[in-house]
């Protein structure tokens, strides 16, 4: 089924994530997608894949706790192994998807830890 499909490109998504493997996680995001988190709002798969980029530095491992889906979202439950001072991390993502990518990538963290990272995981250029 279409939740089905959606739920296991979710998964792989997060984790080629954990493999820090921009190349898979390229193809699972549509041209227009649009990712809204706590510290910041960007629209477009270039944009979307820098701050990944950058994001992929701040944790050593990630690890899906739990997921669902229903028809074209699915919803993760994720904790991120980070370095000192951050240590363990839980969050959790809504993801939409359109035409089997994800087109709209939603964020619910914690922000605090992440405030001295902001500038460098979603200003800096690739």
């Known amino acids: ?14 984790q080629a994530m ?4 921009l190349s898979v996680m390229e193809k699972l995001l549509h041209p227009e997608v649009r ?22 530095a701040v944790f050593n491992k990630l690890t899906i706790r739990a997921h669902c889906g229903n028809g074209d979202q699915v919803m993760l439950a994720y904790d991120l ?11 959790a993502v809504l993801l939409t998807f359109q035409d089997d ?12 830890p992440f405030e001295k990272k902001k500038d460098e995981i979603f200003t800096r250029s690739l």
């Not at 954990?18 to 493997?21: A, F, L, M, Q, V």
């Open 1 to 14: 089924s279409m939740s089905e499909k959606n739920l296991t490109s979710a998964v792989a998504y997060y």
């Open 18 to 21: 954990s493999r820090k493997d």
């Open 35 to 56: 990712l809204i988190g706590p510290m910041a709002e960007l629209t477009g798969k270039d944009a979307v894949l820098n701050s990944v980029k950058h994001f992929l």
């Open 81 to 91: 192994d980070c370095p000192a001072p951050i240590g363990l991390f839980r969050g």
């Open 101 to 112: 990518l994800i087109i709209r990538y939603e964020l619910f963290y914690d922000a605090r």
